[in-house]
């Protein structure tokens, strides 16, 4: 008898690819008295958190905003707090790799950065590309509007050299000369702390993606945000420009 029974709830829809903008740890610092080097610290721990967690429900894809393209105009000391975090971050994942089963892979241009943390980039994408988890494509030195430019030139120099033709281009030939190339498109794409722009954050291929905003600075952000986002997703009503 179903009477007075609840109705069993909807098993929910995992995205395949989520991104996110890892927003406020300088506002949570500031919040308690500390320096906002402190703010990026329990900011990498949450990513850490949200990494495994995304594993647990089977996400395929985990692309995040770790430093873009902006950044750089930030104070020297914390430009070398975050880039010592995310060194400090690899050398520890290259370390548990096997216990975690974490595919890494970068979009950006890493040329940019110090050899040791470029070394590690490499050694972190090349020895996890055996596992069969969730892939994190960590966005360093990133911005949508510069991949759209290296996409657009090395394209350019494919004409020149005869190997295309202007009129070859597509939207899936352009896709495959993104950072992202070979990696589905978000369907969901989650900003905390409390601001709502994309900042320059997967411009191409945020193109049909729901957005989700929340006050929530980014190191206080854990798996019931991350559900809670995924839940606000499943009541979308996704139409990819059809009719209702
Ligand atoms: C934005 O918050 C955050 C960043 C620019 C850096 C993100 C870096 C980390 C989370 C640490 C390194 C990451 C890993 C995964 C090891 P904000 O400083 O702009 O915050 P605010 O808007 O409150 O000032």
């Known amino acids: ?36 080097q402190a703010g990026h610290k329990v900011g990498a721990e949450a990513f850490r958190t949200i990494a495994n967690y995304a594993k647990s429900i089977g996400l395929k894809y985990l692309t ?11 104070s020297e000391e914390e430009v ?23 595919r890494f892979y970068f979009f950006g241009d890493l040329s940019r950065l110090s050899p040791e943390l470029q070394e590690e980039a490499k050694t972190a994408m090349e020895r996890s590309k055996k596992y069969a988890g969730v892939q994190v494509n960590f966005c360093l030195n990133y911005g949508g509007r510069a991949e759209m430019v290296r996409a657009a030139r090395q394209f350019a120099r494919d004409c020149l050299e005869g190997k295309c033709k202007p ?8 896709s495959d000369l993104m950072y992202s190339a070979g990696v589905p498109d978000p369907e969901l794409v989650i900003r905390p702390g409390g601001e709502m722009r994309t900042s320059n954050f997967l ?30 997703y499943n009541k979308r009503n996704r139409r990819f420009g ?3």
Do not use: C
């Not at 009129?167 to 352009?174: I, P, Q, S, V, Y």
């Not at 929340?214 to 986002?229: C, I, S």
């Open 80 to 102: 070398s707090a975050i880039m010592e975090l995310l060194e400090k971050y690899l050398r520890e994942a290259i370390r548990d790799m096997d216990k975690n089963q974490v």
């Open 64 to 74: 995040v905003y770790a430093f873009s393209t902006e950044n750089w105009k930030r």
């Open 1 to 36: 008898m179903l009477f007075g029974k609840k109705k069993p709830k909807e098993p929910r829809h995992i995205p395949t690819h989520i991104a996110i903008v890892m927003d406020g740890n300088g506002r949570w610092a500031k919040k308690r008295g500390l320096p906002r």
């Open 242 to 244: 059809g009719a209702k």
């Open 167 to 174: 009129e070859d281009l597509t939207e899936e030939r352009f």
């Open 203 to 232: 411009l191409w291929q945020s193109a049909y993606a729901e957005y989700y905003f929340t006050d929530v600075l980014w190191p206080q952000f854990g798996p019931k945000e991350l559900d809670e986002a995924i839940d606000a």
